[in-house]
């Protein structure tokens, strides 16, 4: 869940991960017309951590940290980009160099990337005792993101291989009926006979 403590992540639901982390929703307005705050549902989307882009901005060297809802979808070579760039971090090369406030990193654009190295190997520990990796950590937000971005994706892709074997068993019906209708026509031969 580091991913949601810098940015959104706001299509997912508190039902998907637990309420645990949605501890203080806004709501409102009450009856008073204030607004106020409530513990988490699990209707709950993921709160915005920032009131509005520019204090994200202001947090993070004029760098706007994106939603990460759909970043999986709108980066080329989606979780494995997101895995790349987790753990991509390293010194430029001789001859690079990198503006204050900026970071290395070969896996974006440009090479110069306003977000920090966000996981080191054991900065959290896993209850199952899982080494806490950094690459291990990597694995599980990116494909954390890739269910957020897509989390009907293997529903999709089941109905997609029945929808291909309903068709194409239709198909071959329905072609075997066209010919077999369309034979008679099809054979037919008109011949001129001439009077006798
Ligand atoms: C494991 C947790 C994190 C993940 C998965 C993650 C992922 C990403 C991704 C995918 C991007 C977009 C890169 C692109 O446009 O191609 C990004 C950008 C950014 N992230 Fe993170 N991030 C994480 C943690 C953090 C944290 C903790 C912070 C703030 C302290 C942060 C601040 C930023 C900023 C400022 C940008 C914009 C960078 C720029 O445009 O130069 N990120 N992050």
Redo the contacts with the bound molecule.
């Keep these: 869940m ?2 949601v ?3 959104g992540v706001r299509t997912v639901l508190g039902k998907s991960a637990g309420t645990s982390i949605l501890t203080h929703i806004d709501d409102g307005p009450d009856d008073e017309g204030m607004m106020f705050k409530r513990p988490g549902k699990l209707s709950d989307y993921f709160p915005n951590p920032y009131p509005n882009d520019e204090a ?1 901005r202001s ?3 004029g ?4 939603d ?1 809802s759909y ?1 999986t979808s709108a ?1 080329h070579g989606g979780e494995n ?2 895995f790349s ?2 753990t991509g971090y390293c010194d430029p090369p001789a001859g690079v160099s990198v503006r204050e406030g ?1 970071y290395y990193n070969p896996y ?2 440009g090479g ?5 190295q ?2 080191y190997n054991e900065v959290m520990e896993y209850s199952d005792g899982t080494p806490a990796t950094a690459s291990q ?2 694995k599980d ?2 494909v954390f ?1 890739k269910w957020a971005a897509e989390p009907e994706h293997d529903d999709r892709k089941k109905m997609a291989l029945k929808a291909l074997m309903m068709f194409s068993m239709l198909f071959s019906i329905t072609y075997y009926i066209k010919r077999h209708k369309w034979a008679v026509l099809k054979s037919r031969k008109i011949a001129y006979k001439p009077p006798q």
């Design positions: 580091a991913a403590a810098c940015r994200a947090a993070n060297n760098a706007l940290p994106p990460l970043i980066r980009y997101i760039l987790l900026l974006f654009v110069a990337i306003g977000m920090a966000a996981l950590m990597a937000v990116s993101l």
